[in-house]
């Protein structure tokens, strides 16, 4: 039996990953940008065992469902494809966040069972091919194969579509405070999300906006410029959502708590202090300041209405292999 256990940060994205012009391959539409989150974790076993008959998949200390351990099988398969191997696995994977709910777990969870499936293969992968190869898990887990500020590249071919760092982590001292207002599933995952993006009328200048405001936020961040960077990040976000709720069948991922902590973080910046909100497919409120304003924020925050937890991130380190085992 051989075994290894990587542990992955999911990622926020500052231009969004919505829509794709590949669905097998996971080829996004357009380019985008995201940080790692040092405090919203996956670590992942995967162990080889030629005793086993078919892959065992636990999660959160419970077996999956069928649908989701067939997802991670048809990921084992293009390990055990690279590495010529047909021998099953027992995956035990956790989180360090509620999974679900609009912090993207697929990336950290595909990340994560990328290369501690890679490594228990006995493969050496290139920090390229493991970002390709988590990518046709879930799109957004290529993000976050590389620590800290990453860029995902839109592609025709699979090969030339990986994500490669900005900058690392200690570059920019800013914060992401997500604000927990539901864990539960959502009713839309972002995969079947990404598959309606076509019926939206907006969909075209979304695409056009999101290819504008990719080269601005990049160079925001090698500047530090937050207000730069806030502004624009925010203005993605709700073009993101708009093309969702104008899609057929329309997706609404907010609640009345998630429209409650956009407004605050709109009278906070009013009043001085700079804060910015983004939303992934979910009802979550991701809100970005400057790693100063931190403290005083996240005591703000989680007395709102509706705020279960808030849960600060820093810029956060790539995926790695770690030597702790889940069993
Ligand atoms: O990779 P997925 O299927 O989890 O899609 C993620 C989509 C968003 O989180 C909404 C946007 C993004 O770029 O992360």
């Known amino acids: 039996m051989t075994r290894a256990t990587a542990q992955s940060c999911a990622n926020i994205a500052f231009i969004k990953y919505w829509g794709r012009r590949d669905d097998d391959l996971r080829l996004p539409l357009n380019s985008s940008i995201s940080m790692n989150l040092d405090h919203a974790t996956t670590a992942t076993t995967v162990a080889f065992d030629p005793a086993l008959e078919t892959d ?29 191997i047909s021998t099953r696995a027992r995956v035990v994977s956790r989180n360090s966040f509620p999974m679900g709910a609009g912090i993207a777990s697929s990336a950290s969870a595909f990340a994560a069972l990328t290369v501690a499936g890679c490594a228990a293969a006995g ?20 993000r976050s194969i590389p620590a800290g500020f990453v860029e995902w590249h839109t592609a025709k071919t699979s090969a030339n579509s990986y994500a490669e760092q900005i900058v690392p ?30 019926t939206s009328p907006f969909a075209t200048a979304r695409l056009a ?23 624009e990040t925010e203005q993605e976000a709700i073009r993101m959502h708009a093309v969702a709720m104008t899609s057929r069948p329309s997706l609404l991922y907010w609640s009345p708590a998630t429209v409650g902590i956009m407004q605050a973080v709109r009278e906070k910046r009013a009043a001085g202090t700079e804060a910015y909100f983004t939303i992934d497919a979910g009802a979550n409120v991701h809100v970005l300041c400057q790693g100063a ?6 005591a703000e925050l989680s007395v709102l209405s509706g705020v279960q937890d808030v849960i600060t991130n820093q810029p956060g380190p790539g995926t790695q292999i770690i030597t702790a085992h889940l069993f």
């Open 56 to 84: 065992q998949v636990t999660i959160e200390g419970a077996e999956t469902t069928e649908q989701a351990a067939r997802r991670v099988s048809t990921h084992l398969d293009r390990i055990r494809a690279r590495a010529d």
């Open 293 to 298: 304003d931190a403290g005083t924020l996240t």
């Open 209 to 231: 906006e999101a290819e504008r405001a990719l080269p601005v936020i990049r160079a925001a961040i090698l500047r530090r410029d937050f207000t730069m960077f806030g502004e």
């Open 123 to 142: 493969l050496r992968v290139s920090e390229r091919d493991l970002s390709i190869l988590a990518r046709l898990g879930s799109g957004s887990a290529s």
């Open 169 to 198: 982590p200690d570059h920019w001292d800013i914060c992401d405070l997500v604000v927990i207002v539901q864990t539960g599933h959502k009713a839309v995952g972002s995969s079947q999300g990404n598959q309606l993006v076509h």
